[in-house]
């Protein structure tokens, strides 16, 4: 089976960074697009930034500049980096991947469990 499994969460005050973490282990031949979504409480869950295995990235319109995804696909880990927080960022942050599994054809989504990003104003 896969597991994706987020660090780097917690709580940071207005206008500070932190760095999220997002390691997937398991029976994993290839990890295809790497995602970061987010969740605030009463809101849907929202795509923060995309990376492909090929480098290709997409962010959400809110992170302006300031959130930054990567990846080092020898480790089956993303990243993402995240500068000038703000309150409106507090949120839990999930990672998604998908994974090309070791005797299937086709790849299949996962899911972290979440970090919880609380900015302080």
């Known amino acids: 089976q896969v597991q994706l499994v987020e660090s780097g969460g917690g709580l940071v005050q207005s206008g500070g960074s932190l760095t999220l973490s997002c390691v997937a282990s398991g029976s994993i031949k290839r990890c295809e697009t790497m995602r970061w979504y987010r969740q605030a409480p009463g809101k849907q869950r929202e795509l923060v930034a995309s990376i492909t295995n090929r480098g290709h990235i997409d962010y959400g319109d809110f992170t302006k500049g300031r959130f930054t995804i990567s990846r080092d696909n020898s480790k089956n880990t993303v990243f993402l980096q995240m500068n000038s927080l703000k309150p409106e960022d507090t949120a839990v942050y999930y990672c998604?991947?998908?994974?090309?599994?070791?005797?299937?054809?086709?790849?299949?989504?996962?899911w972290g469990q979440g970090t919880q990003i609380t900015v302080s104003s």
């Open positions: 998604h991947a998908d994974i090309l599994q070791y005797g299937s054809s086709w790849s299949s989504a996962f």
